[in-house]
């Protein structure tokens, strides 16, 4: 058994454990990792793959989806409007709505393409200035912008809480705010803190290293 599918199979059962039967979803991140990292998890059975540039995915995953056209793609990194034509075509689910500026752009070429991969706006749950995300009290208007007036496909919430705090305020606070807005999908919890994740309803965990390995 190799490393990956050693480090997969050990992520799924404590998600099985921390889930106490309810479903999860794993997304394994494969950002920097090569597609021969990928194929092995493909060969495992994972199906549910997340990247942070849509530029590496596109290299990345093209040929993949020839010989697995069911795996599933997630967008987790930032996404600039001049990369939206290129995520649209690719990914199946975008988690990372953080603008309406974004969002229509994306509801754009959703119309232009035919193409209607499901969205998530992303929250920033620390309000750190350096990253992405909206603030936890303009979820109420983004969620408005992004399902009423631009019509997309909104499925939930993600998010990603400050690298030095306990994430369970964070986690709790996310899922509040999807339940209140009657949105499914609560992405959050990664490879330190996924199972935490988990126990305050994460629907979507998205797990890099303690599948695939520690990155260079």
């Not at 099985?16 to 794993?26: C, E, F, N, P």
């Not at 010989?67 to 997630?74: A, F, K, S, T, V």
């Not at 705090?165 to 009657?182: C, I, K, N, V, Y």
């Not at 199972?195 to 305050?200: G, L």
Request: hydrophobic share 45%; net charge positive; with cysteine.
């Amino acid at each position: 058994m190799s490393a990956i599918t050693a480090g997969l199979h050990a992520v799924q059962s404590r998600i099985k454990a921390a889930a106490q039967g309810r479903s999860v979803s794993l997304v394994a991140v494969a950002k920097t990792y090569p597609a021969e990292a990928v194929r092995e998890a493909l060969a495992a059975g994972q199906r549910v793959f997340g990247e942070n540039r849509v530029q590496e995915a596109k290299a990345k995953f093209t040929d993949l989806r020839k010989d697995h056209p069911e795996l599933e793609l997630h967008l987790i990194g930032p996404l600039q409007t001049n990369k939206v034509r290129d995520a649209v075509a690719l990914f199946d689910v975008i988690e990372t709505i953080d603008r309406p500026k974004l969002a229509r752009a994306v509801a754009d070429e959703m119309r232009r393409s035919g193409r209607r991969p499901l969205v998530l706006i992303q929250v920033n749950t620390g309000r750190e200035p350096q990253k992405a995300g909206i603030d936890p009290d303009q979820v109420e208007s983004m969620v408005a912008i992004c399902r009423d007036e631009y019509g997309l496909p909104l499925a939930g919430l993600m998010c990603i809480p400050p690298a030095k705090e306990d994430p369970t305020p964070h986690f709790r606070l996310l899922a509040g705010l999807a339940a209140r807005h009657g949105l499914g999908v609560v992405s959050m919890g990664m490879s330190g803190d996924f199972e935490a994740a988990i126990a305050e309803g994460a629907t979507h965990v998205r797990v890099g290293s303690a599948i695939f390995g520690h990155r260079g």
